[in-house]
C-alpha cells in the first residue's frame, strides 16, 4: 500500500508544477515557515490532465490526500530550488490541497445531496453540501500527531487521533513496525517534543429553507475546519463544503443511547454571499429587459404598471400596495460618507389592513421574489429567535443565528406583526436603522451584521379610526413606525362598485385558467422573469438624484413638518431619507441611472398613501381601492400638478 502511494506521488507533483507554479511561487516567497498554506486546485482540470488520480481522489481521499499534500511539498521544494537569487524563498513545512469541484462531474446529486439526504452510503468518498452556517465555534488547539519508541525494538512510530472515538489517541496493542521479523514488543514509551498541533474548529450547517417544501423541517450536520480553514466563515453566511464524511461517537450521558453522529471533515470550504449564483441572468434576458423599455419609451408608467401587475396577480388592484412592494424589494443605494456612517439602502414595509385584504398574500409573493428570504409570525418568534441564540455544547458557550441573521443580504417577513412581545419588537430597532445586531449573551459580546428588508404586516387594534394617530391604532410604538419607509393602511370599506369589479374578477379566475406566453414580456411577466428583473436593477444601477428631484424632496418635506401636528412619529428626518431611498428604488424599477422629478413624485405619492392624513394629496383616498388606470403617464402630470401647487 505504502508502494502505491509513492508511486502517485510523483505524477501528482508534475500536475502541481504544470498548473500550479504561480500559487507555488507565491507561498514560497512568503516569510513565516511554520504556517498552513492552502493551494487550491479546480477538480475538472485534474479531471482532464490525469484522470486516474481524479478518481483516486474522489473514491480514497482518506488515503489520497494527505498524499497530495506531500507531493505538494516536493513540487513545492521543486519550485523554490529554480526560483532566481534575488528572490530566495523560503522552505515551508505544511501546504494542503484544497480541492474545488465547481464545473466538474462531482456536482450530481450523487455527490453534492442536500444535508437532509446524507446517508451511510456517502462515506469514505469525495462530498460536497451546501448550506447556511447557524453556529460557528470557538477555535480550539488540536493535537495531529504524536511519536512512541517501540522499548524492544527501539524504533519510532506515530500515532494519531481518531475522530471517531471524539480525538481520542489510543495506542496499539503491538508494536505495528514492518520488519522481516515482527519484534512484538507491547510497551511503548512517549517521544519527548514530537507533539503535532493543528487549529481546530468546529462549525454547524443546516440546508437553506428555500429549497425545502412545507412541513419538512431543514436538517444540519456539524462540520471540522482545520488549519488554514479555521476562522473563514461566521454565522449567516452561505457556504459550499467538500470533505470527507466521517462519524464520531456522542457523548456519553447517563441512561442515553449512545449513537454515532454524521460529520464532515472539511478540505475545502467556500463563500458564496458574493456569488449568489442561483440567479443568472443570459444577455438574452438583458436584451428582453432593454427591448421592452424601447417599446414603452412614450408612455414610460404605462411600461412600469405592466411589471406591477404581474406581483401577486392573484389579488385584484391594490395598485398602491403592489407599487410599494416592489420599491421595497428593489431599495436604494447604500450610502457611506467619508467618517464611515452608513446610511442604509434598504427599504421597511408595513401593512396595516383589516382582515381580508390580501396581506399575508404579498408577504408569501415578497418571500418568493427575493433570493434569501425567512417567514416568520410575530406569535411564533421571540427575541432570541429573531436574532442570536446563546447555546451550551460540550461545556462551552456559542451563538446560533437567528431568523434577521439568515436573512441578511434578504428579505424577513413578520406576520401578525401586533401579536408580538413588547420587549421582543424593541430588539427589531437596532437591525432595522444600524443594520447589526449587538450581542451580550454567556459572556459573549459580539455584532452580527443583518443587512435585511423588514416586511410587517398587522391587524388595526380593534375597529380602524382614521382620527386617531398610527401608533394609536396599531399600538405599535412611534421609534418603531419611524422606522418604516411605508406604512400603508388598507381599510375595508363597503364601496358597491369596487365590490361588483372585485367579484366578477375573482369568479372570473375561477372559470378559466389563462396560458399565457412567456416570450412576450409586454404582456405578462412570469415569476422567474420578474426575480431576474429585480435581481438585475439592484446589482447594475446606482441611481443618481438630480436637481429637479432634491427640489420637490425638499420642498414636501418641509411642507410635511409644518403640518404635521397630528402624527409627528412619521415625520422625522428618517422621512426624509425614506423618500430618497423609494426615488432611487423607483429610477431603477424604471430602468434608469438617474433619479428624475417622476421618481420624486411616484415616492411622495407612496409616503402620502401611507400618511393617512395627508398635507397635499386628498385625492389618494384609500389604497386597498387604487386600482391600475389606462393612462397613467397623463395621471401622474395631473398629480405633479397637485404637488407643485
Known amino acids: 500500500m505504502e508502494k502505491e502511494k509513492e508511486n502517485w506521488e510523483m505524477p501528482m507533483a508534475t500536475f502541481l508544477i504544470d498548473h500550479h507554479s504561480d500559487q507555488l511561487r507565491s507561498i514560497s516567497s512568503s516569510p513565516d515557515p511554520n504556517l498552513h498554506f492552502p493551494l487550491f486546485i479546480d477538480y475538472a482540470e485534474l479531471m482532464e490532465d490525469n484522470p486516474r488520480i481524479a478518481r483516486l481522489l474522489f473514491a480514497q481521499p482518506k488515503t489520497y490526500l ?37 464545473g466538474s462531474p462531482l456536482e450530481c446529486p450523487e455527490t453534492f445531496p442536500s444535508i437532509g439526504r446524507v446517508r451511510v452510503h456517502h ?53 505495528p513496525i514492518q520488519q522481516s521479523k515482527p519484534c512484538g514488543g507491547t510497551k511503548f514509551q512517549y517521544e519527548e517534543n514530537t507533539i503535532v498541533c493543528h487549529d481546530y474548529q468546529e462549525i454547524k450547517i443546516q440546508e437553506s429553507t428555500q429549497v425545502l417544501g412545507v412541513g419538512a423541517i431543514p436538517r444540519s450536520i456539524l462540520v471540522i475546519l482545520k488549519d488554514d480553514l479555521v476562522d473563514v466563515v461566521k454565522a449567516g453566511d452561505d457556504v459550499i463544503v467538500t470533505g470527507l464524511l466521517t462519524a464520531k461517537w456522542s457523548p456519553e450521558l447517563k441512561d442515553v443511547r449512545c449513537d454515532l453522529d454524521p460529520v464532515l471533515i472539511a478540505n475545502n470550504i467556500r463563500r458564496i454571499n458574493e456569488l449568489k449564483s442561483e440567479i443568472d441572468i443570459s444577455d438574452d434576458m438583458v436584451k428582453k429587459f432593454e427591448q421592452f423599455w424601447v417599446h414603452f419609451k412614450d408612455s414610460p ?63 408569501k409573493f415578497a418571500a418568493k421574489l427575493s433570493n434569501r428570504s425567512v417567514i416568520t409570525t410575530g406569535l411564533g418568534s421571540t427575541s432570541a429567535g429573531l436574532t442570536v441564540t446563546a447555546v451550551k455544547d460540550g461545556g462551552e458557550w456559542m451563538l446560533e443565528a437567528g431568523a434577521l441573521v439568515l436573512a ?25 436603522e444600524q443594520q447589526t445586531i449587538s450581542v ?54 363597503k364601496n ?108 411622495i405619492l407612496c409616503i402620502e398613501s401611507s400618511m393617512t392624513t395627508s398635507a397635499i394629496v386628498d385625492c389618494i383616498g384609500n389604497a386597498l381601492h387604487s386600482n391600475f388606470t389606462d393612462n397613467p403617464d397623463q395621471e401622474c402630470i395631473l398629480a405633479v400638478f397637485l404637488c407643485i401647487n
Not at 401577486?312 to 450610502?335: E, M, N, R, W, Y
Not at 459573549?444 to 435585511?452: E, F, G, I
Open 408 to 432: 441578511d443580504g434578504g428579505l424577513c417577513c413578520i406576520d401578525e406583526f401586533d401579536s408580538m412581545r413588547e420587549h421582543d419588537r424593541a430588539t427589531i430597532h437596532e437591525a432595522m
Open 301 to 363: 408608467l404605462k411600461g412600469r404598471n405592466a411589471i406591477l401587475r404581474a406581483i401577486c396577480p392573484q389579488v385584484f388592484g391594490l395598485f398602491t400596495v403592489k407599487l410599494a412592494v416592489a420599491l421595497t424589494l428593489i431599495g436604494g443605494v447604500q450610502h457611506v460618507d467619508a467618517s464611515g456612517t452608513r446610511v442604509r439602502g434598504e427599504s421597511h414595509l408595513l401593512l396595516v389592513g383589516d382582515p381580508g385584504t390580501g396581506k399575508s398574500q404579498f408577504l
Open 123 to 175: 462515506r469514505g468518498i469525495l462530498l460536497t453540501l451546501k448550506g447556511i452556517v447557524i453556529r460557528s465555534g470557538a477555535i480550539k488547539m488540536h493535537e495531529g500527531e504524536r511519536k512512541y519508541i517501540c522499548q524492544k525494538c527501539k524504533n519510532s512510530f506515530p500515532v494519531y487521533p481518531e475522530v471517531e472515538a471524539r480525538n481520542s489517541i489510543s495506542l496499539p496493542s503491538i508494536c
Open 496 to 603: 358597491p362598485d369596487w365590490d361588483a369589479v372585485v367579484s366578477s374578477h375573482i369568479l372570473s379566475e375561477a372559470e378559466l385558467d389563462r396560458t399565457t406566453n412567456d416570450e412576450d414580456l409586454v404582456n405578462s411577466w412570469p415569476l422567474p422573469t420578474l426575480k431576474r428583473y429585480i435581481h438585475y436593477v439592484k446589482e447594475h444601477f446606482r441611481p443618481v438624484l438630480t436637481r429637479e428631484a432634491e427640489i420637490v424632496i425638499s420642498s414636501y418635506y418641509q411642507l410635511q413638518r409644518k403640518s404635521a401636528t397630528h402624527n409627528a412619529a412619521r415625520t422625522t428626518v428618517r422621512m426624509l431619507e425614506s423618500l430618497i431611498r423609494l426615488a432611487q428604488a423607483h429610477a431603477r424599477l424604471m430602468f434608469r441611472n438617474e433619479v428624475t422629478r417622476l421618481d420624486a413624485i411616484t415616492a
Open 66 to 102: 494527505p498524499v497530495f499534500d506531500d507531493a505538494a511539498l516536493w513540487a513545492h521544494k521543486i519550485v523554490l530550488r529554480e526560483m532566481p537569487d534575488d528572490k530566495k524563498g523560503v522552505e515551508k513545512k505544511f501546504i494542503h490541497v484544497r480541492i474545488n469541484i465547481s
Open 440 to 493: 451580550a449573551k454567556a459572556g459573549l459580546v459580539t455584532t452580527l451584521s443583518t443587512r435585511t428588508t423588514v416586511f410587517g404586516a398587522t391587524n388595526p387594534k380593534g375597529q380602524y379610526d382614521p382620527d386617531q394617530p398610527l401608533s394609536i391604532n396599531t399600538t405599535l410604538s412611534g421609534p418603531l413606525l419611524s422606522r418604516f419607509d411605508i406604512v400603508l393602511v388598507l381599510l375595508d370599506t
